[in-house]
């Protein structure tokens, strides 16, 4: 397999970022935009970016040009040209930011259209980190020049928490101010975290002006945002961090069931046994119910799970109008049904009149199933309409972390949103639980759409819904974030992926990747290794571990009832990560996936639970993108 592909899921080599200063302030500058502006270890602002979004909320790719940085220790000057090209968009843009000694940044954009075509928004936006935000006091300046003091939402917030915002002041600490003023438009906030993006957004062109817009060739949009540090602190040198973690023994929680969607899963004994070895608790089957049920795909599910020995997750879809009978085509498989989802064709989430329809007759026949709601989209849309919880025993929504960003980076960070997201759910469930599904790279269908979605793939090319991290080392370490957030929050079951092809865990003949990636067909991804390594530590119970910079490198802990522990930490970056042990933990074995023995894993994936294990004192090294599972045994088990 092609090495780029391998490790980070792209054949383009990663772009490494540029650290500046501006009086103190700590920017990290990459691909046009900031990222990460600290004041000391105090993360300030997130991203001040600035994007074409089409006319179903697509952002149209960057391409930068004619770029020149001038920085010294404390300032800097940034100059770019950029273009926006996609379909019938043509947009270009000129750029000038400017970093300076008394902790503040000017950014200015110019942009005009080149073509006639149709936005909903075009222009910045501002993201704030969720840790220095959350709970505190914001003061708005509304285009009427009054000003009126709110605070950053806990809890996701359904709806935008700021209106016509032309200016707004916060600490982010006791001893740090901020202030943000933005020119061109009127700007609001938004809590992304809806959308499973670690952050809330502020951004230009309110919802409540009609879009799509129609713009015409020469259309031209002037905007600027100006950003203030005031702090009577003194800005210090940061030393690079000790990478270290710590276990949290006091918290033990239950191990959530797992399942894999079990569409595009081919019958035969090479396919079977590699999901047998996994072992997952159900497989998920979904079936349309209208005036004629096709029961085909639920007796296809059966026939696998009586060969790999799970139960189904069975997702039934009610169309307005729906046969009566349904029940009869699920007696059959009663005793292999987990759990029941109840979703509509016809609405974004499930409501309080098909529960009064569908419930009653699944309890009278399936008095022991579970049965859930809610959504097969984004948490938004469960966070807005609420499904009723009375009569159910849990909630459901999908995952994907690729709505607005799609860099390495701001997946990273989206990891941290899938505990948010689990947690507010929870606070509206009405004491029920939680399921999460599926867990996906990228939206498998647009809710918000305005326009028909149409794609004609030509040969050796890959769908908008596929994503190539499916294949690479990264894409098992951000799988074992997704399981880890999704767990320490207490989720009752999580849906991961599908299980053959561009979205699944190794390939399928009808779905080929383009030939430079190079992938056997025969082979499995790195994330079964993940998978299996998860659900090897299904009779324990879980550790919530706490990492020093989650942005770095994280992981998950199991613990078993003699006191065993098992440990997988992953490395999130494309630079080998030293990680210090804590001392429980140390004189541990342990056993790498990386670059050095993936391949190797990938076509004989039953060599994995032979894989050597080295003994460790005191510290692990993490190759790129690489994992590490660490045992640490009791005496009286060794």
Not at 571 to 600: A, G, H, M, R, W
Not at 616 to 626: Q, R, T
Request: hydrophobic share 40%; charged share 20%; glycine share 4%.
């Amino acid at each position: 397999m092609h090495p780029n592909i391998l490790s980070h899921g792209s054949l383009s080599s990663i772009v490494k970022p540029i650290v500046l200063n501006a009086g103190g302030l700590s920017i990290s500058y990459q691909s046009g935009f900031l990222r990460y502006i600290k004041w000391n270890d105090i993360e300030v602002i997130r991203m001040i970016n600035y994007a074409v979004r089409d006319c179903d909320w697509g952002t149209v790719p960057l391409l930068i040009t004619n770029e020149k940085i001038e920085a010294n220790n404390n300032s800097f000057l940034i100059e770019y040209e950029a273009r926006c090209q996609q379909d019938d968009i043509d947009f270009v843009w000129t750029c000038r930011i400017h970093g300076r000694e008394d902790a503040g940044i000017v950014f200015d954009i110019v942009g005009k259209a080149l073509t006639n075509f149709k936005r909903n928004r075009i222009g910045f936006t501002v993201l704030h980190p969720i840790d220095s935000c959350a709970g505190k006091a914001c003061t708005l300046t509304h285009s009427d020049l009054k000003n009126e003091t709110l605070q950053f939402p806990i809890l996701i917030s359904p709806s935008q928490p700021f209106f016509d915002v032309v200016a707004m002041a916060w600490k982010p600490s006791e001893k740090i101010k901020a202030t943000l003023t933005f020119e061109g438009d009127i700007f609001e906030t938004e809590d992304q975290r809806n959308w499973i993006d670690a952050s809330y957004k502020t951004y230009c062109t309110p919802l409540s002006k009609p879009f799509p817009v129609k713009v015409d060739a020469g259309y031209e949009i002037k905007q600027t945002i100006r950003f203030q540090v005031h702090t009577t602190q003194k800005a210090t040198v940061q030393e690079k961090k000790l990478l270290t973690f710590q276990l949290d023994k006091d918290k033990t929680l239950p191990f959530p069931k797992i399942g894999i969607p079990v569409i595009k899963l081919i019958q035969d004994y090479h396919t079977l046994h590699l999901i047998n070895e996994l072992q997952p608790d159900f497989l998920r089957v979904e079936l349309i119910i209208k005036n004629k049920v096709d029961s085909a795909e639920l007796r296809h599910a059966g026939d696998i799970i009586s060969k790999v020995k799970c139960k189904l997750e069975v997702v039934l879809f009610f169309d307005e109008k729906y046969d009566l009978n349904f029940i009869d085509h699920l007696l059959p498989f009663k005793e292999v049904i987990n759990h029941f989802i109840i979703l509509s064709t016809y609405a974004k989430c499930t409501d309080q009149k098909l529960i009064n329809q569908i419930v009653p007759q699944l309890r009278k026949y399936f008095p022991q199933t579970k049965i859930g709601a809610g959504t097969d989209a984004f948490f938004a849309e469960l966070n807005r309409s609420r499904t009723p919880t009375l009569d159910l025993d849990f909630l459901t929504f999908s995952i994907n972390p690729q709505i607005h960003a799609f860099d390495l980076n701001s997946l990273t960070e989206n990891l941290a949103a899938h505990r948010d997201a689990v947690v507010c759910c929870s606070a509206f469930a009405g004491g029920k639980k939680v399921h999460v599904g599926p867990v996906t790279f990228k939206m498998r269908w647009n809710p918000n759409a305005t326009s028909a979605a149409t794609e004609n793939l030509v040969s050796n090319e890959v769908p908008s819904h596929a994503d190539p991290r499916q294949l690479s080392l990264y894409g098992a370490a951000w799988t074992l974030g997704s399981f880890k957030y999704l767990a320490e929050s207490q989720v009752e079951a999580i849906t991961f992926y599908q299980t053959c092809g561009w979205g699944g865990l190794m390939p399928h003949a009808n779905e080929p990747w383009p030939e430079e990636y190079a992938v056997r067909q025969n082979c499995v991804y790195p994330m079964y290794f993940i998978l299996m390594e998860i659900l090897n530590q299904k009779s324990k119970l879980i550790v919530p571990l706490v990492s020093s910079d989650p942005l770095i490198f994280d992981g998950v802990a199991f613990v078993d009832h003699h006191g065993n522990e098992t440990v997988i930490v992953v490395n999130y970056t494309n630079e080998e990560q030293c990680v210090t042990l804590p001392l429980e933990i140390k004189n541990s074995l342990v056993k790498f996936i990386d670059t050095e023995n993936i391949e190797k894993l990938m076509e004989a994936p039953n060599s994995f639970l032979n894989e050597d294990k080295v003994k460790v004192d005191g510290e692990i090294v993490l190759n790129p993108f690489g994992v590490a599972i660490i045992e640490k045994l009791t005496q009286d088990t060794k």
